[in-house]
Structures are given as C-alpha cells and as structure tokens.
C-alpha cells in the first residue's frame, strides 16, 4: 500500500510453498481488492480449508483467484511477486526433498518478465538464495528491506 498508493486492483502472485505466510494472505487478498495468483508444487498446495474460504471471499469481493503448479503463470501481470522460506521450522529432514520438488519456482528477472510494468517483490526473510536470486532479492524492483522495517512496528 505504502508503494503503490492502494492496494485495491493489484494483482498479488505467490510462488512458493502454500504455508502459513501464504494462508495469510489468502484470507486477507480478496478483502482488500487485490487479485491473487499462486503457484505451489503438486504436493505443496495451500490447506483445502484456506483454499475453500480463499474462493468464497474471491467471489464475495470479486476479485481473481488462480491455482497453478506454473510460476510463469502465476507471474502472469502480477503487481507484486512474492515468496518465503520453502524449508520452515521442524521441516529441516525434508531438506532434500523439498528443495527437489521446488526446483523451477526460484523468483529470477526470468519469473519477472510476464509481470506487470510495475511489479515489485516481497519476501519475510530470512531468504534463501534458492528462493529468489540476488538480481532481482537486491533490485530496485525488490521491497523487502521496507517490508521488515514495517513488521518492525507490529512486533
């Protein structure tokens, strides 16, 4: 919002795994008018629950929904790009597997290209550089330093 000026038309793409991070923003998209496209591996979806509720407030406010294992897709004139840990806390044995079933969805300027003019990117941190790479992590495009300022004022 603080970039953009509002929140209400963007389109907001997720490309990750469907986590906590990502149930959060399911149920709170639509809300605030904003568009949501999300890719996660077959096997990493988002929890049926969050997905159902996601599609009820999606018709509700009439915003977009998109469920893709396609993060060209999914990137497909979003506004903002964003992604997360793909390896959370108590998951550390599933290292290997994960990283494998992941392979294909790191946020590059490749991912960016389908992307709105004025597309930017989020990430909570920590980052991991499989996650996203340092060219577009370190990019003007790239608000994730004044996303961890923000979250300063609420912890």
């Given amino acids: 919002q603080e970039h953009y000026g ?4 963007l389109t ?15 149920t709170s998209a ?13 096997g990493f979806e988002p929890d049926l629950r969050i997905t159902g509720i996601t599609e009820q407030y999606s018709k509700e406010y009439g915003t977009k929904l998109l469920l893709t294992t ?10 903002v790009l964003v992604t997360d840990t793909w390896i959370s806390m108590g998951q550390e044995e599933e290292k290997k597997e994960r990283l494998k079933a992941f392979q294909g969805y790191q ?3 490749q991912t960016a290209k389908s992307a709105a003019s004025n597309w ?9 550089p499989e996650e996203v ?8 495009r790239s608000l994730v330093f004044q996303e961890a300022e923000n979250r300063k004022w609420t912890i």
């Fill in 70 to 79: 396609d993060p060209l897709e999914a990137a497909d004139s979003a506004n």
């Fill in 30 to 42: 639509a809300k605030l008018g904003m568009h949501l496209r999300i890719a996660t591996p077959k």
């Fill in 12 to 26: 907001i793409t997720w490309i990750g795994d469907g986590n906590n991070v990502l149930h959060s923003i399911m």
């Fill in 120 to 128: 930017t990117f989020l990430h909570c941190l920590p980052r991991k």
């Fill in 6 to 9: 509002g929140l209400n038309g």
């Fill in 133 to 140: 790479d340092d060219e577009v992590f370190y990019s003007p």
């Fill in 107 to 109: 946020i590059t300027m």
